[in-house]
């Protein structure tokens, strides 16, 4: 699941998906911007039967691979 989410995250953004570790903030680190977690939400939503709720759009959920992965495992898609 974790390389699934990190090469769309890398193909997304057109960076090596080698630079991203389970821990990078891709927020903060410039990877990826609002429209890219559209991306994200779309891809997850397709990918893993996940469907996020307008409060669930935080950091906390999405800030890096290891947290989306543990959100898509909290919403027991996984």
């Known amino acids: 699941m974790r390389e699934e989410i990190r090469n769309f995250i890398a193909e997304t953004a057109f960076s090596d998906p080698s630079v991203i ?3 990078t903030l891709i927020f903060d680190e410039g990877i990826f911007d609002s ?3 559209l991306g994200l939400i779309n891809f997850l939503e397709s990918e893993f039967n996940v469907v996020t709720e307008d409060t669930e759009l ?6 890096s691979v290891e947290r989306i992965a543990c959100f898509i495992k909290k919403k027991g898609a996984a």
Do not use: I, P, S, Y
């Open 21 to 23: 570790k389970d821990d």
């Open 35 to 37: 429209m890219g977690l």
């Open 58 to 63: 935080q950091e906390e959920n999405f800030g």
